[in-house]
């Protein structure tokens, strides 16, 4: 992983409770340990900061500047696309807004707020190419960025890349915005099956098919990702957009399947063994959980549902065409001539009726069961001891940070008591030195308790902010949907009022 | 459905229908009414419960009496066929825990509305097999047909007497026939030569054209189907489009598929006038050679002659009524196509216009809402 090898994260302004070991390595091993303690490194980038420390990452949104944070509760845009806040000692209290992305085609045209900026971002993910040959094969992707934000040297690039640097990105990214509670867009899932076929070099239409499906997932998993305000400014995901050459991610082991399952049981029987009860915030949470579960599965039921819909059209394709097949041989027989010429009319309206079908399902497909297929694997498709991958890994990071903060109470507490008996045992050298402790302890205590509240937001500006996204994602493909059956039935319509005639003139 | 035979019912002089039918569990009871003016009735307007094999049994009795050889036999009521929604109904059942309620609720509705569309068709097949009797010269007057209207006791002692005495014999030599006419005698009459090339090969065709166009609307329905679980299952406003497919996929069910079903029958009848016009002619060449027969032993001339002369006369009767038969029976059929292709057209265009202004409607909610 390159993760530690290309930055030295700085000193982190509170780090003496810096939990130990953050070993990357780990997340590729079978046992590792308590992976998910806490790495509260930081990353800076000198992107967008001078002096102060950028901490998007830590600061989301950003408690530093108080006025800011208010306005971030309010949502002053109905039909807001994506707040992001730069804490940079220049822009302080200045928004930038960055809106979601889209095909380079259509751009989302977005809000402007106070005195900022509008800034925007397209991906697009096309071309795809084969390289190399027989099983070390591997297809690449243009990945095309289009953009006015200062983060990046010019406004227009591409860069080439494989299936495995995008396992590879998110796997640097959760490693670094678990922890914050953020929700990381899934990559879409690997395939043994698919890519053999396309190694292996059948020019057959089903894996042409599988290949414009990764493409079409691949540049949604992109477009998500961009969409998210911390990851868009993250160091990573811009060097995955820019950079020619990246290292090979290896070890992508981890990201499908077993290495997952693994790393949540961990936090799963982390957060069951969690003996100190928590407060009223956790309602908000498990509520919230239970609706995201809920979510989910209807969601599951939907996806086969239209499923099911595609094959169902497909079929009906089919019979169509034979039908037409079957009406023209009959109009054929017919002795009556304008019955005979009325018949064939319906053969070929039937025919063209099959071909609408067909663009149908294809469109009852791409747009329907691919956005629910990714929403289901968004809520965490991963299911471990019945609770969702997501829901459990947020769980853990809230837990556990309260967890600190407790803990660290309850330190103080000891070290208050500690102080009273020097006290009361009047040993003064060793009473400066307690002294000094419970300063030290206090402080402690209050980062933690801050720590957790600001996780706590993050937490819930998180689930917030991805509701919002998915509300809207679902609402514009539904639309999308709603106009492809539209075209389709503007020209149902046309065809049979051309038939129509046909049928009357018959004697 | 009325236009898959037209001009039926005209007829003030004796008026049938079916007003209503009970289902009770696989038996139909239909109740057959009749209005008339004519004297060879007891009564000016009446009503007798039947079931569907007593419209059998007097199909039956009209295909074995020898005079209505030179016509063309109104094809039998196929039997009601609830198997598919029952079906359906049961699996639905079985599923019910795995759904929403609302998805349930859904699914029982459009399959309450499938068997009603059943049970409609059923009455409406069998009224117009009464209609196509009541409004031809020849079976109007029919004596069995009579007694099916007007006999208010249970015609099942009648069905059994009938199965008895003629034992399916005839019908299964005319149905084995079918090489009498395929087996490439080319018959001296031009009309009859040409009819028999094009019913041989329009049957086949329309038997394939109907297989088709079940298969088709039978996806279409399970593309309907899928659409009522996606919108029950859906927060968002889908349900229009999935009402409308429904429909869609039944209105198709009923012009289209019901038109070539019902002609492939009707044309499997003018078949039958065919065979029997065949075998009639096969017979007066036998006859002919027996004549010749007995004239060469010089025994048993005068039954010779009379039986030659007889079947000479019979297979003229059959030529010309038959001729007169397969013609009319032609304009009736590009008649009722017509009338069936403009209304499905007719209806294809309605519902689309309806999809379509329910999709923009759609559309528009989505907007207005969150």
């Not at chain 2, 397969?326 to 007719?346: D, P, Q």
Request: hydrophobic letters at 35%; one cysteine or more.
């Amino acid at each position: 992983m390159s993760f530690s090898s290309v930055r030295n994260p700085p000193p982190f302004l509170d780090s003496e409770d810096q939990e130990p070991e953050y070993d990357t390595r780990e997340l590729d091993s079978d046992d590792g340990e308590d992976i998910f303690t806490g790495s509260e490194t930081d990353p800076t980038t000198d992107i967008f900061s001078e002096e102060g420390s950028f901490t998007v990452e830590k600061n989301h949104p950003p408690a530093k500047t108080n006025g800011v944070q208010s306005d971030e509760e309010l949502d002053l845009f109905a039909e807001a696309t994506v707040e992001l806040t730069l804490t940079t000692p220049n822009s302080r209290g200045r928004k930038e807004i960055i809106g979601p992305t889209g095909p380079l085609s259509t751009t989302m045209k977005l809000e402007e707020e106070e005195s900022g900026d509008t800034f925007e971002l397209n991906i697009a993910v096309t071309n795809p190419e084969k390289m190399g040959d027989g099983m070390n094969a591997y297809m690449t992707y243009k990945v095309s960025t289009q953009t006015t934000l200062p983060a990046f040297h010019i406004k227009t690039f591409s860069v080439r890349r494989r299936f495995s640097d995008f396992l590879g990105l998110y796997e640097k990214l959760s490693v670094k915005h678990h922890l914050m509670g953020c929700i990381i867009p899934p990559p879409p899932q690997k395939s043994v099956v698919g890519m053999t076929k396309v190694k292996v070099g059948k020019e057959d239409p089903s894996s042409a098919e599988f290949v414009e499906k990764r493409r079409a997932a691949l540049e949604r998993y992109l477009q998500r990702v961009v969409a998210h305000p911390a990851l868009l400014q993250d160091s990573d995901v811009q060097e995955f957009l820019e950079r020619e050459e990246l290292p090979r991610a290896v070890n992508t082991q981890a990201l499908s399947g077993s290495g997952f399952l693994k790393m949540i049981n961990k936090a799963s029987d982390a957060v069951n063994k969690m003996t100190i009860k928590m407060n009223e915030s956790d309602n908000w949470f498990e509520s919230k959980l239970q609706e995201v579960e809920n979510e989910e599965q209807l969601l599951r039921r939907l996806h086969a549902s239209v499923d099911s819909l595609v094959n169902h059209r497909k079929e009906m394709c089919i019979n169509t065409a034979m039908f037409a097949k079957s009406v023209a041989m009959l109009g054929s027989s017919e002795e009556n001539s304008a019955l005979s010429r009325a018949l064939s009319q319906l053969a070929e309206v039937e025919d063209k009726l099959e071909q609408l079908h067909q663009e149908q399902a294809f469109s009852d497909f791409f747009i329907l069961t691919e956005l629910l297929a990714d929403y289901v694997r968004l809520l965490g498709a991963v299911r471990v001891r019945n609770s969702l991958f997501y829901g459990t890994l947020l769980k853990y990071t809230f837990c556990c940070s309260w967890q600190r903060w407790q803990e660290a109470q309850a330190t103080l507490q000891k070290k208050r008591e500690a102080e009273a008996k020097l006290l009361w045992a009047n040993k003064p050298d060793k009473l400066q030195q307690a002294k000094e402790d419970l300063t030290e302890w206090e402080a402690k205590v209050g980062q933690c308790e801050r720590d957790f509240e600001r996780i706590s937001s993050t937490l819930r500006k998180e689930v917030h902010r991805f509701e919002k996204e998915k509300c809207r994602d679902f609402k514009h493909h539904i639309v999308k949907y709603l106009e492809s059956l539209l075209r389709s039935q503007h020209r149902v319509v046309k065809c049979w009022e051309a038939f129509l005639p046909e049928a009357k003139a018959i004697v | 459905m009325r236009s898959v035979s037209v001009d039926l019912n005209n007829d003030s002089s004796l008026l049938i229908d079916i007003p209503d039918a009970l289902c009770e569990r696989d038996k139909v009871k239909f109740t057959v009414h009749t209005k008339t003016t004519l004297n060879s009735f007891q009564k000016p307007e009446f009503s007798v419960p039947r079931q569907h094999e007593d419209f059998i049994w007097l199909h039956d009795t009209l295909v074995e009496t020898e005079e209505y050889a030179g016509l063309i036999i109104p094809p039998a009521p196929p039997k009601p066929d609830f198997e598919g929604p029952r079906e359906k109904m049961h699996k639905l059942g079985e599923g019910e825990s795995t759904m929403t309620k609302e998805e349930y609720a859904k699914m029982k509705q459009e399959l309450e509305a499938e068997y009603l569309a059943v049970f409609k068709k059923t009455v409406q097949v069998h009224e117009i097999f009464l209609q196509r009797l009541s409004s031809h010269p020849v079976f109007s007057k029919d004596r069995n047909f009579q007694i099916f209207l007007e006999y208010d006791q249970d015609l099942s002692v009648r069905r059994k007497n009938a199965k008895e005495f003629f034992g399916g014999f005839f019908k299964n030599m005319v149905k084995s026939a079918d090489e009498v006419l395929i087996s490439g005698i080319k018959d001296v009459d031009e009309f009859f030569e040409q009819e028999k090339t094009f019913l041989l090969d329009y049957f086949s065709k329309i038997k394939d054209a109907t297989a088709k166009a079940e298969k088709m609307t039978r996806s279409h329905k399970n593309v309907a189907d899928d659409y009522i679980h996606i919108s029950a299952t859906v927060i968002l406003h889908t349900g229009v489009p999935r009402k409308v497919e429904g429909r869609v996929a039944s209105d198709q069910e009923l012009k289209l598929t019901e038109l070539l079903r019902y002609y492939m029958r009707d044309i499997q009848a003018a078949k039958d006038l065919l065979y029997r016009r065949a075998r009639a002619l096969a017979d007066y060449e036998n006859s002919n050679k027996a004549l010749d027969k007995a004239r060469l032993k010089s025994k048993d001339i005068p039954q010779a002659e009379e039986n030659q002369r007889q079947c000479l006369q019979k297979f003229d009767k059959l030529s010309e009524s038959g001729k007169q038969e397969l013609t009319s029976f032609k304009g009736r059929r590009v008649v009722a196509f017509r009338k069936n292709l403009i209304e499905m057209a007719e209806l294809e265009i309605k519902h689309a216009k309806v999809r379509i202004k329910s999709a923009v409607c759609s559309e528009h909610n989505l907007f207005t809402h969150n």
